[in-house]
C-alpha cells in the first residue's frame, strides 16, 4: 500500500507530499524529503503549494537527487532564501493524487474505517497499519482490546471507503 499523508481536520482537501530538507546549492534550489511513493510527481506538477496556509508556488525546476528531490521555485532565488524555507511542508490538491490499481489504498483511507466480521460482529476501528515483510497488518482497536487483521484477500472481503467500514472474515485464531 502506497504511503501517503493526508492533510488533517478541515484540511482534508490537501494531500502531503514533501517536507523542504534545506538548501542544495548557491542557487535556491532545495532539498525535498519525500513523502510520496511517487516522487515523478513533482515533474507533472506546476504549482505547489506551501505550508499549513497552501500559499501556491509556481516550480521553475525539479530533478531527482539520491532518494529525494531537488526543487526550484520561483519565488527562492540563492541559498539563504532555500534554507530558510527548511521544514516547510508541501502539498497538493487531493484531487490531484495518484490513481492506485484497483483494491489498492492510501495509508489515510484505510485508518478510520470501522471493521465488522462478515456475520456482523462490530471489531472496531483501524488505527494504525503495521509495515511487515510479507503483507501489511491493520490494527484496530474497539476500546477493550486490539486485533490485529493480516491485509490479506482471503481475510479483507471488502473495503467500503464511502461507508467507511471494512468487511473481514476472520480464520479460526485471529480473533
Known sequence: MPEQAWA?????DWVLIGVVAGAHGVRGE????LQTDFPDRFKR???IYTGPDHV?????????????VALRVASVTDRDAAQAMRG???????SQIMPLPTHTYYRDQIIGLQVVTT???PLGTITDILVTGSNDVYVAHDGQREVLIPALKE????????GC?????????LL
Open 8 to 12: 488533517s481536520g478541515d484540511d482534508a
Open 30 to 33: 532545495m532539498k525535498v524529503d
Open 45 to 47: 506538477l506546476d504549482t
Open 56 to 68: 501556491p508556488v509556481p516550480i521553475t525546476g525539479v530533478r531527482k537527487l539520491h532518494g529525494r
Open 88 to 94: 516547510t511542508e508541501l502539498y497538493i490538491p487531493a
Open 119 to 121: 456475520a456482523g460482529d
Open 155 to 162: 481475510i479483507v472481503r471488502e473495503v467500503d471507503l464511502e
Open 165 to 173: 467500514r471494512m468487511v473481514i472474515d476472520p480464520v479460526d485464531g
